[in-house]
């Protein structure tokens, strides 16, 4: 290789030029977006991607840095296969039931079961009844990085839902639930003992935000990419980049929650969540937190004292 070859794309950046790329608007901002209900409602046996590769600037399908989301929709005895290069892929089922064959693995699903399983092997999705899955994947981290999964870091899990029910049921009745920013529970694996969260990457949570509840306003630096389940009217998330010295958002975007339907909150965004609606109402956001739980960088802050002293005193 010549040394012309060597040096053809050699660049300097003075150092205050390129220590913020994303304020300077080099790279772009993870955008405000949703993925709505009726598209897993209707229509041919097939992947709905959320796919927001032009407002990122990268090779699709991608929802955030890190993540794919897409909803998986199957009619009534038919399949379909799904197939990503990802070390960690997570299955929701919104509703029907059916089976998942994985080599010689069958994983019979049932509405509200989370399914989650690891690397590229091929998977087989098919449908006894009317059936819409959520589907996130980390594919667009490998990507990035130009990387083949090869791996397999944990096995084929199912969190079935009466168990994920009684898990969040018993979380609820606590008296102190009340108290608490927010009622939920994680979704762990054995295998992760040191981020506590669903697979390496990915984080899961199902939580519930009861009648006339307010979450107050917190941020995070990971990717939030939220799934609605059963709600009524009413039910929504403020989301704005900043806040006054009170913690109150300043001018913040209105996120009207949609029945299973899902909707991206940008990292390091405030947000809160509030419920109007006169009916408790639950929701499953995933995150990047694991793999950032891991590199030490998962910051989660909340904008009021309060919420602040409730989570020293959880940790």
Known sequence: MAHSDLQKDVQFYEYTQAADP????AITQEPYAELLSHLHESGQTRVIHFDLAKQLVSDGPITSPNMSAAFVRIEPGKEIATSVNATSQLFYVIRGNGKTKRGDLSIAWSQGDFMVVPGSVQ???????DAALYWINDEPLLKYLGVTSTQEK???TLYRAEDCQRELARVAADPNSKDRNRVSILLGN???PQTMTVTHTLWAMFGILPK??????HRHTSVALDLILDCKPGCYSLISRHKDAEGNLIN???????PYSAFVTPPYFWHSHHNESGADANLIPIQDAGLQTYMRTLNIEFAHPVAKKELSEIL
């Open 22 to 25: 994303l304020g300077r608007g």
């Open 123 to 129: 998977m087989v999705h098919a449908a006894e009844t």
């Open 154 to 156: 944990f096995s084929p």
């Open 190 to 192: 054995k295998n992760f």
């Open 212 to 217: 006339g509840a307010v979450q107050p306003a």
């Open 252 to 258: 913040p975007v209105r996120q009207d929650w949609k």
